[in-house]
T-cell receptor
Framework: DAKTTQPPSMDCAEGRAANLPCNHS???????VYWYRQIHSQGPQYIIH???NNETNEMASLIITEDRKSSTLILPHATLRDTAVYYCIVRDQYNFNKFYFGSGTKLNVKP | NAGVMQNPRHLVRRRGQEARLRCSPMKGHSHVYWYRQLPEEGLKFMVYLQKENIIDESGMPKERFSAEFPKEGPSILRIQQVVRGDSAAYFC???????????????FGPGTRLTVL
């Protein structure tokens, strides 16, 4: 299964863009990159996913490098409520049903 | 348009007792997944079920743990003879389509926090 590497923690000032990086150098051609977040031990919340192209929705933008070995989740205007653990996940190539959650990045949004 | 429901939200059991955790998927979803999260760790996949079928239980401990998703009613995760190491948050997720299709998103419930005394 493809593994992801994320920094353990990041700080961001309220109102500024939060850019969360993720390395997935062993990703294979048909695997999608998913992002979830978990706020204070609640259930993980789906944010966005993508394959090759950059994606944007009402919550965030996802930038995937051309070689697909890394991606960046962008929260354009972070608020205090965005403080959470953010998980970058690559779908298992042999068993599509599993999501492998790593340790994630703890994003601290500060006033 | 309710999301994934889990109950109870908190469950306390003494060692040796049984724990039953329930999950009602989102309306229209027929695929259910269970995950376990130990303190300060990420979620770990346990089992994937469709109605009346266990599709993948590779993450489930071989003993004491079982799961079902009957034709009617919620999915149940059952832990027999609980031990202190079973204390964790158990999350259920559901999805509407067969995994392996081009885009399959899992939506998570609020979790059940199991504490074994």
């Amino acid at each position: 299964d493809a593994k992801t590497t994320q920094p353990p923690s990041m700080d961001c000032a309220e109102g500024r863009a939060a850019n969360l990086p993720c390395n997935h150098s062993t990703i294979s051609g048909n695997e999608y990159v998913y992002w979830y977040r978990q706020i204070h031990s609640q259930g993980p919340q789906y944010i966005i996913h993508g394959l090759k192209n950059n994606e944007t929705n009402e919550m965030a933008s996802l930038i995937i490098t051309e070689d697909r070995k890394s991606s960046t989740l962008i929260l354009p205007h972070a608020t205090l409520r965005d403080t959470a653990v953010y998980y970058c996940i690559v779908r298992d190539q042999y068993n599509f049903n599993k999501f492998y959650f790593g340790s994630g990045t703890k994003l601290n949004v500060k006033p | 348009n309710a999301g994934v429901m889990q109950n109870p939200r908190h469950l306390v059991r003494r060692r040796g007792q049984e724990a039953r955790l329930r999950c009602s998927p989102m309306k229209g979803h027929s695929h259910v997944y269970w995950y376990r999260q130990l303190p300060e760790e990420g979620l770990k996949f346990m089992v994937y079920l469709q109605k009346e079928n266990i599709i993948d239980e590779s993450g489930m401990p071989k003993e004491r743990f079982s799961a079902e998703f009957p034709k009617e009613g919620p999915s149940i995760l059952r832990i027999q003879q609980v031990v202190r190491g079973d204390s964790a948050a158990y999350f259920c997720a559901s999805s509407p389509r067969n995994p392996g299709t081009s885009t399959d998103t899992q939506y998570f419930g609020p979790g059940t926090r199991l504490t074994v005394l």
